[in-house]
């Protein structure tokens, strides 16, 4: 570094470099050997429910299974051509929405608004977890199936947060309030609706295709069960 002298003379000075403690530790062996443990760790979670899921299949049948598959396939598609689709779960997921702003209420009007879509997202979540507990996996498909559901009506909700041109519903009466428009006017995110929306929907396509695919992979475990011996190399 350059500094000017008394005698106005440029004169050079070097600083010692600063301490960042950060760089240290992402270095730190320790901490390496933590990331990997958990790593194997979801490693091996994810190795031993898969070796569950094909050893639940056996005995099952999958042809009554099969007609499900069928549908979300079917719901994919018209979310898919149409954004305004509504599926026959749609009723339900409507109503968890609207519990939902009454469950968060307590909690400040920005959670009260917020609340009917954390609920409708969190209830296909919870029975996940509760279906893993069961050891049902092709329920937990059908649950990412029923996520996905949820998720293409919230991007349309989200879509629609600036136009607000959709015919609002609210239980107890009075006005209804666009959730949306409210939320993303409190963050600041008022003008990207339309790309939180499309994110949303990317994100609904990816749960129903783990829905699709994971479906698919164990009705054909079901209607072809492997021997015991094979699963135990893969």
Same mark, same amino acid.
């Given at each position: ?145 029923? @996520?996905? %559901?949820?998720?293409?009506? +919230? !991007? ?8 607000? #041109? *959709?015919? @609002?519903? %609210?239980?107890?009466?009075? +006005? !209804? ?8 006017? #409190? *963050?600041? @995110? ?6 939180? !929306? ?37």
């Amino acid at each position: 570094q350059l500094i000017l002298t008394r005698d106005n003379t440029l004169s050079s000075q070097i600083q010692p470099l600063e301490y960042k403690p950060g760089i240290e530790k992402c270095l730190n062996p320790g901490r390496q050997e933590v990331m990997f443990q958990h790593m194997e760790r979801i490693k091996e979670f994810f190795i031993n429910s898969y070796h569950e899921a094909m050893d639940w299949c056996r005995g099952k049948n999958w042809v009554l299974r099969m007609p499900l598959l069928i549908y979300f396939t079917y719901v994919l598609t018209r979310h898919l051509a149409d954004p305004m689709y509504e599926s026959l779960i749609g009723a339900l997921n409507l109503g968890i929405h609207e519990l939902g702003h009454y469950v968060f209420r307590p909690f400040g009007e920005f959670m009260h608004a917020a609340g009917g879509t954390i609920l409708q997202c969190l209830a296909p979540v919870f029975s996940m977890i509760m279906f893993r507990r069961l050891r049902d996996y092709f329920a937990i498909a059908a649950c990412f199936g029923w @996520l996905s %559901t949820n998720l293409f009506s +919230v !991007a349309t909700y989200v879509a629609d947060a600036r136009a607000m #041109k *959709l015919k @609002l519903v %609210t239980p107890g009466g009075g +006005v !209804a309030q666009h959730d949306w428009n409210y939320l993303l006017f #409190k *963050l600041g @995110l008022l003008h990207v609706d339309t790309t939180l !929306a499309l994110l949303i929907r990317i994100t609904a396509c990816a749960s129903m295709l783990i829905c699709l695919a994971g479906g698919a992979c164990l009705l054909w475990q079901m209607a072809h069960p492997a021997e015991p011996d094979k699963l135990s190399t893969l």
